[in-house]
């Protein structure tokens, strides 16, 4: 499979992409690193990332930043970093890239605990990461050509067995999983 991966080189994108790089064709990307620079809270930058990938079989998010606060340090803006820079950017992801992935592909996104099980201080995350779940629950049900949408649930890194993390990509890359929020680390 030909896969692009963005958010190679963080702290979750050094475990997963090694792993695909074994069996894959793996384009890699990123703000500074990788094979291609995007940014993908920018459109025109994600029509010219697909533009130098070309089609690909499946497209692997890993990046996006949302705020850590308590609650009554938490601001307009703090809260809009998580909608432009985790939410809407991999929603845009999905939206352009659908026209890059071939029949039969899948997208999968990344979300985290926090969405579903958050702590104090993280309704920045919490609110984004609910809402990446919802939208891969509502995309999947309307994904034309065969092709798969999941999202990656992690709990902190330090937490979860590697081979976990990486089991929920191949789970979400190479099997039938459509529309599932795959948990790592949960306890
Ligand atoms: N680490 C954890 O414990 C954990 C747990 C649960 C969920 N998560 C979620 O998993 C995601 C990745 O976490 P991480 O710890 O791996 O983060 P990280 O170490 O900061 O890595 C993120 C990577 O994404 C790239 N990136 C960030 N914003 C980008 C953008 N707008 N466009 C293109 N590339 C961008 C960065 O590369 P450049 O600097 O080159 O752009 C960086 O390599 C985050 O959404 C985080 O909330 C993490």
Redesign the pocket.
Known sequence: MKILI????????KIVTPALQQNHEVIT??????DVS????SIA?LENLFTQTGIVDAVVC?????VTSDLLSMTDEKYRTGVQ??LL?QINLVITGLRYINDNGSFTL?????GENPAKGSSG?AVT?GAVNSFVLAAALEMPRGIRINVI??????D?ATQDLINGYFKSIATSANGEIIRVGYN
């Open positions: 963005i958010g190679a080189y963080g702290n979750i994108g990307a990123g703000r500074n690193s990788g995007v940014d993908i809270s930058s890993t990046a996006g930043d949302s820079q985790k950017a990344i979300s985290g605990k926090m995350k990461n649930s992690p709990s902190k890194i330090t979860i």
